[in-house]
């Protein structure tokens, strides 16, 4: 099959790409292929009960069904086992649930937690919340504009102080990806921990936790054609280990009484409460729909449509593109500023012809801040985006600029 008629077959499995518009906004939330939607409602309809309470069928299979999923995550990211999955609600929840559990036990006052400046707010307000409750600093990364981070740039902000550093595999405005294997050797050297924010890495490339070399790595389902609601803290198992709980209640006990209770083992102490079982169900499935595509023909894709969104941007007047002006640089995210125009007016105009873009800060103020912006637009590409949709999208681009009383 041709590869253009292999994308039209793809586009078909989306009920919702079946409508007449062209959902560009990829790093916010991906739309969910029919397999998925499928998986969720089975469960729902076949096995749907409490896992875990019940010695039922019904019970165990829905038990089979969430430990299963979570053996899934771990192969699909190259985890040392499936306990070191812990399902959380998203990256945010992931990344919480981390800084509340391990800082409380291994950051004292004066010691230093380094976050760069481009990280999402889910990867920078935790460890600046803890920061400020155990007396630490919280040290600056700064990349380069395009961003690339350096070993001069590692090189001022790691010391002996540092315990943690936090770092996103690809920025969700820049789409920079960095060589993090690498980085997580210079963070280890300091005897620090390497937190890795997957949410924008983990749907569009191949990540194996182990030859990253990082201690934790988070991201969300949603993103990588899951339901909402799903999401993964993947950790070191001598780490998680050594963590305490960071919610209390049901499932993440072995034994309680009235003077003592004894917390469950790794990965459950971590995930109280009755679980999202269809949410780690469609995840599974959406894996599975991922390695079912390859990550060859899902590279070759989105790396062909950022070039052709590219090359379209550069001949529209007035359009500055953040970053690198390296198409192969932006991971299928291009952030960018029309002269003249608020990102919001260049949102809605698109919006008005159907064409689905992001506008605004994109949880990465600090960011802003360091770039001298603030506010962007941005548009981001799935595999099942279209030649067409990218040209629909530079067509109604050029023509926002004199919609809003400019000339050429």
């Known amino acids: 099959m041709a590869a253009d008629e292999r994308i039209n077959e793809y586009r078909k499995l989306f009920p919702l790409l079946r409508e007449d518009i062209a959902y560009l906004d990829n790093a916010a939330t991906t739309q969910k292929p029919e ?10 309809e076949k096995d749907n009960a409490n896992p875990f309470r019940g010695v039922y069928d019904l019970s165990e299979r829905a038990t089979e069904s969430y430990e299963a999923a979570r053996k899934t995550v771990s192969e699909f990211i190259g985890a040392g086992s499936p306990e070191e999955i812990v399902f959380v609600r998203n990256a945010t929840e992931a990344l919480n649930l981390l800084a509340y559990s391990w800082c409380e036990d291994n950051i004292s006052e004066g010691d230093e937690i380094v976050v760069s400046v481009m990280e999402h707010h889910s990867d920078f307000l935790p ?33 002996e102080k540092t315990k943690l550093l936090a770092l996103t595999q690809v920025s969700n405005v820049l789409g920079y990806a960095n060589d993090m294997a690498h980085i997580a050797e ?23 936790a182990e030859q990253l070399g990082c201690d934790f790595l988070a991201f969300s389902g949603h993103k990588m054609y899951a339901p ?12 998680l280990e050594k963590m305490s709980p960071y919610m209390y209640g049901g499932e993440m006990i072995q034994t309680v009484h009235w003077d003592r209770a004894v917390y469950a083992e790794v990965p459950h102490k971590f995930e109280a409460g009755t679980v999202n079982v269809s949410g780690a169900v ?6 599975s729909f991922i390695n079912s595509i390859g990550w060859d023909y899902i590279r070759n894709r ?24 390296k198409a192969g640089d932006h ?59 990218v040209d629909r999208f530079l067509n109604e681009l050029s023509k926002v600029r004199g919609l809003m009383g400019y000339g050429e």
Request: proline share 3%.
């Open 302 to 325: 989105e790396a062909l449509l950022t070039k052709r969104a590219m090359e379209g941007m550069a001949d529209i007047p007035g359009i500055t593109v953040l970053g690198s002006d």
């Open 331 to 389: 991971e299928g995210i291009i952030t960018f500023t029309v002269d003249g125009v608020h990102p919001h007016d260049v949102a809605d105009i698109l919006g008005k012809s159907g064409v689905c873009i992001r506008a605004g800060h994109h949880c990465a103020q600090p960011l802003m801040d360091y770039l001298g912006v603030k506010s962007t637009s941005r548009v981001s590409f799935a595999f099942y985006n279209t030649e067409e949709e």
């Open 186 to 208: 210079k963070v280890h050297e300091k005897g620090a921990i390497f937190v890795v924010d997957g949410a924008q890495s983990v749907p569009h490339m191949k990540v194996d």
């Open 35 to 44: 397999q998925v939607l499928d998986a969720v409602r089975r469960y729902y």
């Open 282 to 287: 469609g995840l599974s499935e959406a894996i």
């Open 127 to 159: 460890w600046k919340h803890m920061a400020e409750k155990k007396g630490a600093k919280l040290v600056k990364l700064e990349p380069e504009v395009t961003g690339e981070v350096t070993d001069e740039a590692l090189g001022r902000v790691l010391s």
């Open 228 to 239: 909402m609601g799903i999401g993964v803290l993947y950790g070191k198992m001598e780490l």
